[in-house]
């Protein structure tokens, strides 16, 4: 990742990759002449991405459950939580990885439709598996100019609809892009809340805070966008996360697909929506 790189011998798990779905992705359309596709598009997704040019080959997941451990912080200060920061890029990067991997056996141009999302289990409170899904596509003209700049498959978070926009622009995804950071927000004392009944006023230490976690999230979202030769993000969300650190510690989370031009021959001037009038027969 952009800010939070591993360090050597940190994760043991960056060593071990999943063998489980080699017998599925033998039998995939990509993979074998007779294979059958999989995807979790709907039939409109489905019509429309053959519109735009490419076809599904297969469903594409990559998974990492890990032990998000704890991290003390001054009790009346904000501060970034380093280490809980640096843990949720790490298993976030994993689960991308393997999702990466398996359109790479598929010979895919790109993924389309990812989902990044954590999820528990009862015999695991201290757990969360990290999920990377999505539906591994490829052009059918086969020319290579839809993939990353460095030659792999890109991958997006766009809907069909919004991909098959995106290709109309003389655009294509990149790579789907995301900033964290697992910020410590201060606690105010019994004195400073005393004061403060009864009355409008800002909170300001907890603007503060919020606006600086935010803002890492942010910077470091684009930072991979530029690593990665993007001209832009489209779609940028940020959300707010509480997990099982506490009510004070808090994840800001930035996510987004970073896009590049292609060149002007791959625009689709005549699939630009067209205006309509409708007029009501209702008396």
Known sequence: ???????????????????????????????????????????????????????????????????????????GQNQELGMLTQAMYSARELAMSRMQAEADQLNADGVVGVNLRLQSYVWGQDVLEFVATGTAVRALKGEGAHRAPGGRAFS????????????????????????????????????????????????????????????????RMQAEATASGASGIVGVNVAVLNHVWGEHATEFFATGTAIRRLDPSHHMPGSAPKPTFTLSLDV
Not at 30 to 42: C, I, K, Q, Y
């Open 156 to 219: 997006s978070d766009l809907s069909a609809q919004d991909f098959y926009r995106v290709l109309a622009s003389g655009s294509v995804p990149v790579a789907f892009v995301l900033g964290t950071c697992v910020y410590h927000i201060a606690h105010q004392s019994a004195l400073q809340s005393l004061r403060q009944a009864g009355t409008n006023q800002e909170m300001v230490i907890f603007t503060q805070g919020i606006y600086e976690a935010r803002e890492l999230a942010l910077s």
């Open 1 to 75: 990742m952009a800010m939070f790189g591993k360090s050597a011998g940190q994760d043991q798990g960056a060593t071990w990759e999943p063998s489980a779905a080699s017998g599925r992705l033998a039998a995939t359309a990509g993979a074998s002449e007779n294979g059958v596709f999989t995807s979790d598009l709907s039939v409109s997704e489905y019509v429309l991405l053959d519109e735009a040019g490419f076809e599904p080959l297969g469903f594409v997941v990559g998974s990492s459950i890990y032990h998000i451990g704890l991290q003390l912080a001054r009790w």
